[in-house]
């Protein structure tokens, strides 16, 4: 699949134009980047990593009945995909309070949500992608209500099979970021999951020591950003042990057993 021209480029990501109608190349940049991009770094082998894990998640999702944007993985860096048209809306998944909602509103990092709870932020750097109501999305028309009553359903079905899947290999799936997109299926619209899943987009704690197994390690200068998602990869499967990222060829994905509720 020959790459066409640079789309887009955004932190972690890159967007190509392919020949293909609707399709387009993504592909993960090692950069990392944190606090509205007043953090910086190059972490060598992150991008190869949250291609594959990102890969591996949305193919069981897939598998479960989720519509994602993801056609196949290219290579060790690139993942052929439909060409969305992104909703301006981060939506966020929280079993456990920590990180901006601890901040925010005061209660205490760990404690566990009898019911999940989602938020929805307005992607904007600019303005710091800020926490939104319902309310302000239907307002400023970012989407319509029957849109996002679908994209809550499947949000929180989407939280329920990966609380299934990193439990089973022991990791609290703590919270997570998602981003959907609309895409032209012949001649009409749908709805999918877009952009990635991965330690950069989720919060995994090991069950058992609550090590960070995410990109906090990078925000919290906590060192061994690498091995952390390193590990996160082996424990699903993905990745033979032993293996150091620069001699990595990954297989074809493999699945894995997502507990269905
Ligand atoms: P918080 O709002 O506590 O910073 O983040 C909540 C969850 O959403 C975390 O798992 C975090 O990684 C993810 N998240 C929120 N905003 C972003 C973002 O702009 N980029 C990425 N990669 N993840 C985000």
Redesign the pocket.
Known sequence: MNKGKKLYEG??KIIYETKEKGLVIQHFKDDATAFNNLKKANVEGKGVLNNRISEHILTNLNQCGIKTHLVKRLNMREQLIKHAEIFPI?F?V?NIA??????RLGIADGTVFETPLL?Y?Y?NDDLG?PVVSKEHIFAFGWAKKDEIDLIDKTTHRINDLLQGMFRGVGIKL????LEYGKVWEKDKQEIVLADEISP????LWDIKSERKL???RFRKDLGNIIQAYQEVARRLGIMPEETNISEVKFGKPKSVDIKKK
């Open positions: 932190k972690a981060e966020i929280r920590t990180g901006s909602l601890s901040k938020e932020c992607k992608d703590v919270d997570f970021k950069d987009t989720c919060r995410d990109k906090d």
